[in-house]
């Protein structure tokens, strides 16, 4: 079973009308959020484990999840908002975020409040927002690290810089977390952003030396990237017509946990082992499940009948 740690929210799509009017349209959302059901899609066991606001919009995001067929078991109701991600989509199909959530449940879970972890979990992916601002980056930290020697434990930063601005704040947060993670997935846009030009098979061997097995960095259309120690292999983008790219991230994530859980690889050492014709066939399983979601609107992660499992 897969337990995936962070936000869960509202997207709220905005779209111009007349006059003064813009148009919104509320989609259940957040990178983790859309990670477990994704994983879910794919066929994966897998709960959430989140702060969530005990209200309408709370109770919408549970409703959303058990009909995904994620567990709703390590929620954590919150008297607290729920935060909203107003989204418009840039010329290019890039989103652009606008994030409300200060003092929202997603932000608000304490390490004493983390639930009792089901037995049956034998990996924890954690990133985005949730995992810098505190406390709850306090609790998932606490708890990734507790579990490493049990579980395999997968990182993607997902850099929000509307949300925790300092770049320094999350530069320090990947530095703590890559010294815990057996799995790192980033993209090339957040290298650059916390990083400037750096390379990335260089930033990938810092962190293969700090004790990751597997580092991913993707490069949208231009396709992804793997090491492992002493290992590398690249696949290019998959051709398609973006409708936008909201989700696009998260797919790519969910089903390379995926593709590790068929194939028997879910351990930290299994991983360290993947050759270079495997962490091709990782990568171009998960560009595949990533085009599929750009092909659609918003977050419309795909699913295992359309990867011709």
């Given amino acids: 079973m897969f337990l995936v740690c962070g936000e869960a929210l509202f997207d709220v799509f905005v779209q111009p009308g007349a006059k003064r ?101 034998r990996a924890i992916h954690l990133g985005s927002y949730a995992s810098v601002v505190r406390p709850v980056a306090d609790a998932y930290a606490a708890l990734a690290a507790r579990e490493r020697g049990r579980c395999v ?23 703590e977390l890559t010294a815990i993670a057996h799995v790192v997935k980033i993209s090339d846009e957040d290298i650059g952003l916390l990083y400037g030009d750096i390379e990335p098979a260089a930033l990938a061997l810092q962190w293969l030396a700090r004790g990751v097995k597997l580092v991913i960095v993707t490069r949208g259309a231009e396709g992804a990237a793997a090491w492992t120690e002493g290992v590398h292999a690249e696949v290019p983008g998959v051709k398609v017509d973006v409708i936008d790219t909201v989700g696009a991230g998260d797919t790519f994530q969910a089903a390379t946990l995926d593709w590790l859980a068929r194939q028997g690889r879910l351990t930290p050492e299994a991983i360290g082992r993947l050759d270079a014709p495997a962490l091709a066939a990782l990568l171009g399983h998960a560009a595949r499940a990533a085009a599929i979601t750009c092909s659609r609107r918003g977050a419309d992660l795909a699913r295992a009948s359309e990867l011709a499992y």
């Fill in 153 to 175: 434990i997968s990182y993607d930063p997902n850099v929000r810089l509307n949300v925790e601005p300092s770049k320094e704040a999350w530069r320090a947060k990947v530095d």
């Fill in 21 to 121: 009017v813009m148009h919104l349209e509320a989609h259940p959302g957040g990178s983790p959020f859309n990670v477990a059901i994704g994983l879910a899609r794919l066929g994966q066991p897998v709960g959430l484990l989140a702060g969530i606001a005990d209200d309408f919009l709370g109770r919408r995001l549970a409703q959303v999840l058990e009909e995904e067929g994620v567990s709703t078991a390590s929620l954590v109701p919150l008297d607290a908002p729920s935060t909203l991600a107003f989204i418009q989509t840039a010329a290019d199909g890039q989103p652009v975020y606008a994030f409300y959530g200060n003092g929202a449940a997603d932000r608000l879970l304490t390490p004493d409040r983390l639930p009792p972890l089901d037995p049956a979990v």
